[in-house]
């Protein structure tokens, strides 16, 4: 992880004050202003500022932030990067399994989802860790390995145990959040409205499963690298200083497609479905494989599911 | 109208006598101010560089900065400890002591507020959390509740202490009726505040070490411990420094109350460690890490026993009568109790909470430059809060400076610097 200066101009101050003047206005800017100041960085606008929580915003300023985030992105990156508010589909609860008899720890996962949700890459955030874990341990995290290297896996004597945000239907992250920044919305996904975290971390130390990362730094993206095709509760770039989140690529799934984990697996280990759908291959995985939940005690439901297909 | 004319006085004159002193005073003041900026300085560079300059990350996100918090908030809450005896029974000696110890809340009111701001991602955003305008989750989110009961007690606190020199200020008798309530009031606010910022860890089925029944008995029973510690020093000093009469009987009394507590806290840490390490289930990993170190990662280790072994030698000083009324073993259990309490309650509770993480991943944290010299000028402020404030009060509540008297008391030199 190196500390790279981030860009800082102060040409990117935006310095559109309340000419019209009404007193309103005026404090606005004027408290914007000092918020400028707090961040250490003049790119904070008196919008950007005055944002209100999303589930708070009426049509109309649903709109306006999304111009506006669209405005800086494409003056960020040069291209136009579309940001889609697409609602939950009627009926659907996301459900995802994971075959742990079949993941061979090659980490496509991983970099296929860094790759489609804007992560910043340096320092790279990754949703996706994938452990080795010794076969004769069985799953004891206390044997798990991150940081794996070997020439070719899967190892003689291991196996391997993709974590990502397990979707609980009790989520501990959205209990503890001191501002309702974070939610679970209609079809099961738990979304972080990055506008409105104040980077306090309390969602970070309440997960189970290290789901939550933080944006230590400014986030590093270059034009190459962002996918214009986001989410405002998913992939579109984000802001220093918030957290973040696998969000089943809401980008991709409530537009009927596959996340990117699912689509790059080369074993077919991820499944993804409709809960709700009696028919779906994932109601099929939980009625007649053996499957269990990652740290069940907890009582956190996940909608995410581990099991055994061969 | 009258009223309202002369408090205007009251803040004149305050400000008046808290900006004049003597060389000592301004050089402590120097001092304090020099830390101030060196902390403003590297807090500009977090600003710019985002919290990447600490050296928290995902596995242990937070650190060094609620470290402090937490140990401060037990600072603050300690205030009842004397509030207590003073008022419930009647109790002469204590009485002229429980304003400086509200005042010492306040300053370390000031300091967890200070340490919350540094610690967030976006500070800019702060009014995300402020009732109506912002979008407080409550009763939900036990970090709301703490917001929220932090304020009202550092509220409760100025309020009472303004009131009470006010009264010393005007030469008028302070109104029972009035302040009795509030202080009796503050006695249950202090142990919520404290108990609320335990269960703040608590709640976190995530954590192990911290989801223990006994974690907010523990926190009131080391804060108990520790904000007298700083008290106990600080009265002797201004014993020294100022016309104050502060009772022997007094300091020993405190004594006694904290080696009580001090009893009970090592206890109900035995209790804790008893039930962890005897049972030896898969949560044992957390206190492994504290007190034995776990894969050859023990960067707490010495620190964890050093606060055992400091906590059990300050109860013995503490519990013999001889070693409590003896200046010097009084003097060094303090200093022992404080050193303790800040381990075990600061980076003692964050870091083992946090290490092994979630995943099981080992990560190292100890605090950056950065972190330290953030922290050192919160700490510099929360002194120069107290100092000021202690400057002001010492000759009102001394008689020495009032509405009537004016401003002859504020040329002579006062409370010289105050070290806790």
Same mark, same amino acid.
């Given at each position: 992880?190196?500390?790279?200066?981030?860009?800082?101009?102060?040409?990117?101050?935006?310095?559109?004050?309340?000419?019209?003047?009404?007193?309103?206005?005026?404090?606005?800017?004027?408290?914007?202003?000092?918020?400028?100041?707090?961040?250490?960085?003049?790119?904070?606008?008196?919008?950007?500022?005055? #944002?209100? /929580?999303?589930? &708070?915003?009426?049509?109309?300023?649903?709109?306006?932030? $999304?111009?506006?985030?669209?405005?800086?992105?494409?003056?960020?990156?040069?291209?136009?990067?579309?940001?889609?508010?697409?609602?939950?589909?009627?009926?659907? $609860?996301?459900?995802?399994?994971?075959?742990? +008899?079949?993941?061979?720890?090659?980490?496509?996962?991983?970099?296929?989802?860094?790759?489609?949700?804007? #992560?910043?890459?340096?320092?790279?955030?990754?949703?996706?860790?994938?452990?080795?874990?010794?076969?004769?341990?069985?799953?004891?995290? #206390?044997?798990?390995?991150?940081?794996?290297?070997? &020439?070719?896996?899967?190892?003689?004597?291991?196996?391997?145990?993709? *974590?990502?945000?397990?979707?609980?239907?009790?989520?501990?992250?959205?209990? *503890?959040?001191?501002?309702?920044?974070?939610?679970?919305?209609?079809?099961?996904?738990?979304?972080?409205?990055?506008?409105?975290?104040?980077?306090?971390?309390?969602?970070?130390?309440?997960?189970?499963?290290?789901?939550?990362?933080?944006?230590?730094?400014?986030?590093?993206?270059?034009?190459?690298?962002?996918?214009?095709?986001?989410?405002?509760?998913?992939?579109?770039?984000?802001?220093?200083?918030?957290?973040?989140?696998?969000?089943?690529?809401?980008?991709?799934?409530?537009?009927?497609?596959?996340?990117?984990?699912?689509?790059?697996?080369?074993?077919? +280990?991820?499944?993804?479905?409709?809960? =709700?759908?009696?028919?779906?291959?994932?109601?099929?995985?939980?009625?007649?494989?053996?499957?269990?939940?990652?740290?069940? &005690?907890?009582?956190?439901?996940?909608?995410?599911?581990?099991?055994?297909?061969? | 109208?009258?009223?309202?004319?002369?408090?205007?006085?009251? %803040?004149?004159?305050? =400000?008046?006598?808290?900006?004049?002193?003597?060389?000592?005073?301004?050089?402590?003041?120097?001092?304090?101010?020099?830390? %101030?900026?060196?902390? @403003?300085?590297?807090?500009?560079?977090?600003?710019?560089?985002?919290?990447?300059?600490? /050296?928290?990350?995902?596995?242990?996100?937070?650190?060094?900065?609620?470290? /402090?918090?937490?140990?401060?908030?037990?600072?603050?809450?300690?205030?009842?400890?004397?509030?207590?005896?003073?008022?419930?029974?009647?109790?002469?000696? !204590?009485?002229?002591?429980?304003?400086?110890?509200?005042?010492?809340? $306040?300053?370390? =009111?000031?300091?967890?507020?200070?340490?919350?701001?540094?610690?967030?991602?976006?500070?800019?955003?702060?009014?995300?959390?402020?009732?109506?305008?912002?979008?407080?989750?409550?009763?939900?989110?036990?970090?709301?509740?703490?917001?929220?009961?932090?304020?009202?007690?550092?509220?409760?606190?100025?309020?009472?202490?303004?009131?009470?020199?006010?009264?010393?200020?005007?030469?008028?008798?302070?109104?029972?009726?009035?302040?009795?309530?509030?202080?009796?009031?503050?006695?249950?606010? @202090?142990?919520?505040?404290?108990?609320?910022?335990?269960?703040?860890?608590?709640?976190?089925?995530?954590?192990?070490?911290?989801?223990?029944?006994?974690?907010?008995?523990?926190?009131?029973?080391?804060?108990?411990?520790?904000?007298?510690?700083?008290?106990?020093?600080?009265?002797?000093?201004?014993?020294?420094?100022?016309?104050?009469?502060?009772?022997?009987?007094?300091?020993?009394?405190?004594?006694?109350?904290?080696?009580?507590?001090?009893?009970?806290?090592?206890?109900?840490?035995?209790?804790?460690?008893?039930?962890? =390490?005897?049972?030896?289930?898969?949560?044992?990993?957390?206190?492994?890490?504290?007190?034995?170190?776990?894969?050859?990662?023990?960067?707490?280790?010495?620190?964890?026993?050093?606060?055992?072994?400091?906590?059990?030698?300050?109860?013995?000083?503490?519990?013999?009568?001889?070693?409590?009324?003896?200046?010097?073993?009084?003097?060094?259990?303090? *200093?022992? %109790?404080?050193?303790?309490?800040?381990?075990?309650?600061?980076?003692?509770?964050?870091?083992?909470?946090?290490?092994?993480?979630?995943?099981?991943?080992?990560?190292?944290?100890?605090? +950056?430059?950065?972190? !330290?010299?953030?922290?050192?000028?919160?700490?510099?402020?929360?002194?120069?809060?107290?100092?000021?404030?202690?400057?002001?009060?010492?000759?009102?509540?001394?008689?020495?400076?009032?509405?009537?008297?004016?401003?002859?008391?504020?040329?002579?030199?006062?409370?010289?610097?105050?070290?806790?």
């Amino acid at each position: 992880m190196t500390d790279r200066k981030p860009t800082c101009s102060p040409e990117g101050c935006d310095s559109r004050s309340g000419s019209g003047g009404n007193r309103r206005e005026f404090l606005g800017t004027a408290v914007a202003a000092v918020a400028m100041a707090l961040t250490g960085c003049g790119k904070l606008s008196k919008e950007e500022f005055l #944002q209100h /929580n999303f589930q &708070e915003l009426s049509k109309d300023e649903v709109r306006s932030v $999304i111009a506006r985030l669209e405005k800086e992105y494409k003056a960020k990156y040069g291209k136009d990067v579309k940001v889609a508010t697409t609602p939950p589909l009627p009926g659907v $609860i996301f459900g995802y399994a994971l075959d742990l +008899s079949r993941c061979i720890g090659c980490r496509r996962c991983v970099h296929a989802c860094v790759k489609e949700n804007n #992560q910043s890459r340096d320092p790279e955030v990754q949703w996706i860790r994938v452990l080795e874990l010794d076969k004769e341990e069985g799953v004891n995290l #206390q044997h798990a390995e991150q940081y794996y290297n070997p &020439e070719e896996v899967p190892r003689e004597g291991h196996f391997y145990m993709p *974590v990502q945000c397990q979707q609980c239907k009790k989520p501990p992250c959205v209990k *503890v959040c001191p501002v309702g920044a974070t939610w679970r919305e209609k079809d099961g996904i738990t979304v972080v409205d990055y506008n409105w975290c104040i980077g306090c971390r309390y969602c970070m130390a309440a997960c189970p499963y290290g789901a939550r990362h933080f944006n230590w730094g400014e986030p590093h993206l270059t034009a190459d690298e962002v996918n214009p095709d986001t989410h405002y509760f998913g992939n579109r770039p984000r802001p220093k200083g918030v957290v973040e989140k696998c969000t089943f690529c809401i980008q991709r799934t409530r537009k009927g497609l596959y996340p990117a984990c699912v689509e790059i697996c080369p074993t077919g +280990s991820r499944k993804f479905g409709n809960l =709700l759908d009696k028919t779906s291959e994932i109601r099929y995985i939980l009625e007649n494989k053996r499957v269990f939940k990652l740290k069940e &005690e907890l009582n956190t439901q996940p909608n995410f599911f581990y099991f055994y297909g061969v | 109208m009258l009223t309202l004319r002369t408090f205007g006085q009251f %803040i004149t004159d305050t =400000l008046g006598i808290m900006t004049k002193g003597s060389r000592l005073y301004y050089a402590w003041i120097g001092f304090l101010l020099l830390l %101030i900026g060196m902390g @403003a300085i590297a807090y500009v560079g977090q600003l710019n560089h985002g919290l990447l300059v600490t /050296n928290m990350r995902d596995q242990v996100s937070w650190g060094f900065y609620i470290g /402090n918090f937490t140990f401060l908030v037990g600072v603050a809450a300690a205030a009842i400890m004397l509030v207590i005896p003073a008022y419930i029974y009647d109790w002469e000696p !204590i009485k002229e002591i429980t304003i400086l110890g509200e005042m010492l809340a $306040i300053s370390a =009111l000031v300091m967890c507020l200070g340490f919350v701001m540094v610690d967030i991602g976006r500070p800019d955003r702060f009014w995300h959390i402020m009732p109506l305008v912002g979008r407080l989750n409550w009763p939900q989110s036990m970090l709301a509740w703490d917001v929220i009961v932090l304020n009202l007690y550092l509220l409760l606190n100025w309020f009472v202490v303004t009131y009470l020199l006010f009264c010393a200020y005007t030469e008028r008798h302070y109104v029972k009726k009035l302040v009795l309530p509030l202080v009796l009031l503050s006695i249950p606010m @202090a142990v919520s505040i404290h108990t609320v910022t335990a269960y703040l860890y608590n709640g976190l089925a995530a954590r192990p070490f911290w989801n223990s029944a006994i974690l907010a008995p523990r926190f009131l029973a080391s804060a108990f411990c520790s904000g007298p510690a700083i008290l106990l020093i600080l009265l002797q000093v201004l014993r020294k420094t100022t016309k104050l009469s502060i009772k022997d009987e007094a300091i020993f009394k405190i004594a006694e109350l904290m080696a009580y507590t001090m009893g009970f806290n090592l206890f109900l840490t035995a209790a804790e460690a008893f039930k962890e =390490l005897y049972s030896g289930t898969e949560h044992m990993v957390y206190f492994q890490y504290l007190l034995f170190g776990l894969k050859g990662h023990n960067t707490l280790v010495p620190y964890a026993w050093a606060s055992i072994i400091f906590g059990f030698v300050a109860f013995i000083l503490f519990l013999v009568p001889r070693t409590r009324t003896n200046w010097v073993t009084l003097n060094i259990g303090c *200093v022992l %109790i404080y050193a303790s309490v800040y381990i075990e309650k600061g980076m003692g509770l964050i870091i083992p909470g946090l290490t092994p993480d979630a995943l099981g991943e080992i990560f190292v944290y100890t605090p +950056s430059f950065t972190e !330290i010299t953030v922290a050192a000028g919160i700490f510099a402020i929360g002194f120069l809060v107290f100092t000021l404030m202690l400057k002001a009060a010492v000759p009102m509540m001394l008689g020495e400076f009032t509405l009537s008297k004016g401003r002859k008391a504020a040329s002579e030199p006062e409370a010289g610097p105050i070290k806790a």
